[in-house]
């Protein structure tokens, strides 16, 4: 096994011990370590239906940590070796690059735009039908080529500069050269001007802003005038009052921050927000189906009264965890979560629609045999309701599944994971919707602290000292997994080429910079990760020159990992290094060949 294969495997069995340590480990923990991981599998070919590797390792983990993991549910199980066979050997790939993902997603994005863009149009008065065989088909070629063909992707991408250069000249180039323009330029020199910019232009394009939504509405055509007059009288009296001009520049300036703020972080954050979100949720309720696990779980010691209790409610409440972990995992979260809903699950529910009432009569049978026939029923109705969350599962579940093969392994180092909440370097210290975690955690604690200095004694001095314990142990908790980050991966790498005494000594994380302090003997260092603007600029500091060639070569290839797996451009760089994997590989090779020789002449 390679080297940089082999520290990665051990990155990911600390990180899953680490998340064992807290009490709980499931299949997907053990799938997605392997996914976010340059640790992958090979491909299990036919023994995917039996002996596939990551399920043998559920077996074993459920076996070895009995009370701590979770053995994959039977639908996950299942699930695994189906997208094993497609995703794991070069059949299964063939059919998934080539026809599933290009006609499938085709066919998913017409049924989605459809119920959207479509459904847009038609409340204007406008019926397309998006969907057919032949935009199928077409659509699929498309997606085909995207994926198969980088000329076909530096066509699309010059399509794209384009479309953006032709709208950029609509929007932004056309107005600015007809206000530039000779007759334009007299207008603006007369007297006349600045009242019929302040008394007619402004106000009309204030009008055009915000009464658009009004005429959408169903108010009769003198109500809509009256309510467009109305604004434009309004904002014709702001704009000629006294505070006209400095309105005018601060909502310029609103505008403009604004649209940065919506363009470039909000809906990203928003995505982020979502999925944290429902993560919480469904992390709840498996805390609460788990402690009554573990409350109904087997001990040396207890009374016979209560092994006999034990017993009696163990096999009902096994049914009812199941159940429930189903509802939640595949129907209710995927259904919910906007996310995972759009367009699969939209698309789902469209498929559904002709055979529901059916479907709950088939369920209903059996489940009336069961529970009666008004509650058999009422849940064959709900499930019937929730099942197009299903499609939702399988999108999100497959695509994990397809991330832990080294066949499908990114050609390039990606940033890697750091914190504890899925975050990368640039999440962590870059501010935004949803991100900038040590920004914001420094804002609590400055806050924290002057609520403390202004409180006094008290209850509410208490509490902001509380506050102020929570926010450093946020801060220290960051500290501590950036740690574990570098001494997992990069100095793993540089110890094993010849770097024996490195490590790191300590982590101080700052608002906006975060400096690694490594030791090597008495020597000191310090690797920093700036935030400068948007960006992340890395420096490697001064290394102490009393390290040997083979260690400071070492250091110098984990320093470049640390700039690929952050995200950070080196000091000078103009963007972060883009380290193909097998040149990576092959640079740790080297370095360890050069080190056995070395040790070999001595």
Not at 3 to 25: F, I, Q, S, T
Not at 538 to 567: E, H, I, N, R
Request: hydrophobic share 55%; with cysteine.
């Amino acid at each position: 096994m390679p080297l940089a294969e082999r520290v990665a495997e051990g990155r990911a069995a600390a990180e899953l011990a680490d998340r064992a340590a807290r009490g709980r480990l499931a299949f997907p923990d053990v799938r997605d370590a392997l996914a976010r991981n340059a640790r992958k599998l090979p491909d299990p070919g036919l023994h995917a239906l039996g002996r596939e590797p990551l399920l043998r390792a559920d077996r074993e983990l459920a076996r070895a940590l009995p009370g701590v993991h979770r053995r994959a549910e039977i639908y996950r199980r299942g699930l695994h070796r189906l997208s094993a066979l497609l995703f794991g050997n070069p059949v299964g790939r063939l059919l998934v690059l080539w026809l599933i993902l290009p006609f499938g997603g085709a066919a998913f994005l017409l049924e989605g735009l459809q119920h959207t863009v479509g459904l847009g149009l038609e409340l204007l008065g406008h019926h397309v039908h998006m969907v057919s065989i032949a935009a199928t088909l077409a659509l699929g070629v498309v997606i085909a080529a995207l994926i198969h063909s980088p000329a076909a992707r530096r066509v699309a991408l010059a399509g794209v500069r384009a479309l953006g250069t032709g709208l950029r000249a609509l929007f932004l180039e056309l107005p600015r050269a007809a206000w530039g323009s000779r007759p334009v330029r007299r207008l603006r020199a007369t007297r006349a001007w600045p009242w019929l910019l302040r008394g007619l232009l402004v106000p009309a394009a204030v009008t055009a802003a915000l009464a658009w939504p009004v005429l959408l509405t169903g108010l009769s055509p003198g109500a809509r005038a009256a309510v467009a007059l109305a604004l434009f009288a309004a904002a014709a009296a702001v704009s000629l009052s006294a505070l006209g001009p400095e309105v005018a520049e601060r909502a310029e300036l609103a505008v403009h921050r604004a649209g940065r703020f919506l363009v470039e972080r909000f809906w990203l954050g928003l995505v982020r927000l979502v999925l944290d979100v429902f993560a919480a949720v469904v992390g709840a309720v498996e805390r609460a189906l788990y402690t009554v696990d573990e409350a109904l779980r087997y001990r040396e010691g207890d009374p016979r009264r209560g092994l006999v209790l034990k017993g009696v409610l163990a096999l009902p409440w096994a049914v009812v965890a199941y159940v429930a972990r189903f509802y939640l995992n595949v129907l209710l979260e995927p259904k919910y979560n906007p996310v995972k809903h759009f367009p699969t699950v939209t698309v789902g529910h469209k498929l559904l629609l002709p055979v529901a009432i059916p479907l709950t009569h088939a369920f209903a049978g059996p489940l009336g045999a069961v529970f009666g026939e008004t509650l058999g029923t009422a849940i064959a109705a709900v499930t019937v309701f929730l099942l197009p969350g299903l499609a939702g599962f399988l999108v999100w579940e497959l695509k994990e599944t397809w991330r832990i093969y080294a066949a499908n392994r990114p050609a390039t180092l990606r940033p890697a994971t750091i914190g504890s909440h899925g975050e990368a370097m640039r999440r962590l210290l870059v501010p935004g919707f949803h991100a900038g975690t040590l920004p914001r955690a420094y804002r609590k604690l400055r806050r924290s602290l002057r609520d403390a200095g202004e409180a006094g004694d008290g209850a509410r001095h208490a509490l902001a000292i509380r506050r102020v314990a929570a926010a450093r142990a946020n801060i220290h908790h960051v500290e501590e997994a950036i740690a574990a980050f570098v001494d997992r991966e990069p100095l793993a790498l540089a110890r094993a080429v010849g770097a024996d005494g490195v490590h790191v000594a300590q982590v101080h994380a700052g608002a906006s910079r975060v400096r690694v302090g490594l030791r090597s003997g008495e020597a000191t260092w310090t690797w920093r990760v700036e935030r400068v603007g948007d960006a992340l600029v890395a420096d490697a500091g001064a290394p102490p020159t009393d390290l040997s060639p083979q260690a400071a070569d070492a250091v110098a290839a984990a320093f470049l990992g640390l700039c690929a797996l952050t995200g950070a451009a080196p000091a000078g760089a103009a963007a972060p290094p883009a380290v193909p994997w097998s040149d990576w590989v092959a640079r740790w090779e080297a370095l360890r060949a050069r080190a056995t020789n070395a040790a070999d002449r001595l």
